[in-house]
């Protein structure tokens, strides 16, 4: 099933995969958090699992905090910080509930949490102790950094923009443009805006500068959708990645696909094979040689027979990331 430039890594984790993630210097190493309460780190030329460690139930998401450091958190409330050298683990705080999201600002060394207690927490990295708690309109589903600034994705289809240096007030309050729940928003590596993509198979491209000329340029677009006895079926969007040198992005939805885009001519530049079930994490390499993919089946036909999660490694190259000239 797998084709020469694609493998299939070994040992994968027992139970839903909610986050694979690249090491921040190198391709050598993938985090990958799950529902069977383990943190897995995977040598990924060697095909082997380097360590784990576990929480008390699901993992929602990780991070790297540096190339030795891993972040993460789920439903017991807890976030930890792991040393991955030394294998030994720090519970830094709490949330109220589920932790949902778990990222690192380089720009401005925090680590930065959502949780389902309507709150955003940062924490100091270094200590590392909690540095502010923020309230959200609603629970928090999806965040992404950019630069310094944070853009974040709650129920009810509400987007709030924060300066990650100036915490005091929201910039930006926004709607999500698509109509119905929001699943994943990653910013643009030009962190001019960000995608955003929702539970009924669309992705839109949002803009942060609120001037008119700029906002003329939003759009969205059905891309995960297909037809099956003459019915389109429509599936969630469940992950977005970006390609950081040629600004396109890969999406993986609930069909089994991974798509890649290309943002500017708002056309798709190719669609890999179909993978057992859904997509439920995307990730580049850092070097932008490599994206992981995460197929694992999401429950969206609650609990029937399904695949066994699995997560590909698969080289990608210029032809299917960059976009093409007009």
């Known amino acids: 099933m797998t084709g020469s430039n694609e493998f299939k890594l070994n040992q994968p984790p027992e139970d ?16 990958v958090s799950s529902w069977d309460t383990l943190v897995h780190l995977y040598d ?45 683990e720090n519970l830094v705080g709490t949330h109220d ?21 309507q709150t955003v927490k940062l924490w100091d990295p270094r200590t590392p102790c909690n540095a502010g708690t923020f309230s959200q309109p609603e629970k928090v ?13 709650t129920a009810g289809r509400r987007v709030l923009v924060w300066d990650l240096g100036n915490m005091g007030y929201v910039q930006q309050r926004r709607e999500s443009s698509l109509k119905y729940q929001t699943r994943c928003i990653r910013a643009f590596p030009n962190k001019q805006g960000y995608v955003l993509s929702s539970i009924e198979g669309r992705v839109a491209g949002e803009y942060l500068d609120p001037s008119p000329e700029v906002q003329k340029k939003k759009y ?23 390609h950081d040198i040629h600004n396109t992005f890969a999406t993986g939805g609930s069909d089994g696909f991974v798509n890649i885009w290309d943002p500017f001519n708002k056309k798709r530049l190719c669609q890999f094979h179909r993978y057992p079930t859904s997509i ?9 040689t490599m994206l992981a993919i995460a197929s ?5 036909m609650d609990d029937t027979e399904h695949p066994e999660d699995g997560i590909f490694i698969r080289q990608v190259t210029d032809a299917e990331t960059k976009p093409k000239s007009t």
């Open 97 to 117: 509930a589920p932790i949902r999201c778990v990222e690192y600002c380089p720009e401005v060394n925090v680590m930065v949490t959502g949780s389902w207690d």
């Open 296 to 300: 694992s089946y999401m429950y969206e």
């Open 44 to 88: 990924v030329p060697a095909n082997s699992m380097w360590l784990k460690y576990q929480h008390t139930s699901a993992v929602l998401d990780c991070a790297f905090y540096d190339p030795t450091h891993a972040w993460s958190g789920g439903l017991d409330h807890q976030l930890k910080m792991h040393d991955l050298n030394t294998d030994q």
């Open 141 to 153: 589903y999806t965040l992404s950094v950019s630069g310094d600034q944070l853009i974040v994705g």
């Open 220 to 242: 969205a677009f059905k891309c995960h959708g297909l037809k099956e006895n003459n019915i389109e079926q429509i599936y969630p969007v469940n992950a977005i990645s970006f």
């Open 16 to 31: 839903g995969i909610s986050l694979v993630k690249f090491s921040p210097n190198t391709s050598q190493f993938l985090l």
């Open 280 to 288: 439920a994490s995307l990730a580049f390499s850092n070097d932008r």
